[in-house]
T-cell receptor, first 115, second 116 residues
Framework: DTGVSQDPRHKITKRGQNVTFRCDPI?????LYWYRQTLGQGPEFLTY????????KSRLLSDRFSAERPKGSFSTLEIQRTEQGDSAMYLC?????????????FGQGTRLTVV | AQTVTQSQPEMSVQEAETVTLSCTYD???????LFWYKQPPSRQMILVIR??????QNATENRFSVNFQKAAKSFSLKISDSQLGDTAMYFC?????????????FGKGTKLSVIP
């Protein structure tokens, strides 16, 4: 598989529970991004990794959110104490740093529903 | 902060006809990148076309072309010979250039329906 893979594709959870999503980028890509997309909106940037280092975080990423990318490979996004407002599609994207703005490839996303 | 505005929430076009999707943006940067992404129903977002702001020539990719007006901060997408497979959400996006994360700032999208 040469694309960006996200798991799970769908997640339904009760308010207050913790959830974790996984993203496997394209293998040679050193940049990894998380975006959140709510209904009727475009994706919004959450955070960015260059290899294993988390270099940027949006103000949208509250203290309940944490992301990791151990060893610069796959990444996880954890949401603690979920709230109904967290219901959204969570998109992962990856790209290769060549010193220029190269194409970002997106996964199919994880759709989270908090009930 | 950069903003991207897509003023057409929904559009439709007859198969084989031409349609233009509008996008305006706001930035204080002089060099940047602009993109159109396509998001088919239940499928991942894919890049349709990109434009580097310092290039005056409008980008073209097969049936897709852009009209980039830097002074007006306008970046419209023209789809020629529309096909049923073009039915999707289309997002206009902005990214900075130079060093940095190259994070994308998206508009709210335009839902395009191609009618047989």
């Amino acid at each position: 598989d040469t694309g960006v893979s996200q798991d799970p594709r769908h997640k339904i959870t009760k308010r207050g529970q913790n959830v974790t999503f996984r993203c496997d980028p394209i293998s040679e890509h050193n940049r990894l991004y998380w975006y959140r997309q709510t209904l009727g909106q475009g994706p919004e940037f959450l955070t960015y990794f260059q290899n294993e280092a988390q270099l940027e975080k949006s103000r949208l990423l509250s203290d309940r959110f944490s992301a990791e990318r151990p060893k610069g490979s796959f990444s996880t996004l954890e949401i603690q104490r979920t709230e109904q407002g967290d219901s959204a599609m969570y998109l992962c994207a990856s790209s290769l740093d060549t010193g220029a703005n190269t194409e970002a490839f997106f996964g199919q996303g994880t759709r989270l529903t908090v009930v | 902060a950069q903003t991207v505005t897509q003023s057409q929430p929904e559009m439709s076009v007859q198969e084989a006809e031409t349609v233009t999707l509008s996008c305006t943006y706001d930035t204080s940067e002089s060099n940047y990148y602009l993109f159109w992404y396509k998001q088919p129903p239940s499928r991942q977002m894919i890049l349709v076309i990109r434009q580097e702001a310092y290039k005056q020539q409008n980008a073209t990719e097969n049936r897709f072309s852009v009209n980039f007006q830097k002074a007006a901060k306008s970046f419209s997408l023209k789809i020629s010979d529309s096909q049923l497979g073009d039915t999707a959400m289309y997002f206009c996006a902005f990214s900075n250039s130079g060093a940095g994360s190259y994070q994308l700032t998206f508009g709210k999208g335009t839902k395009l329906s191609v009618i047989p």
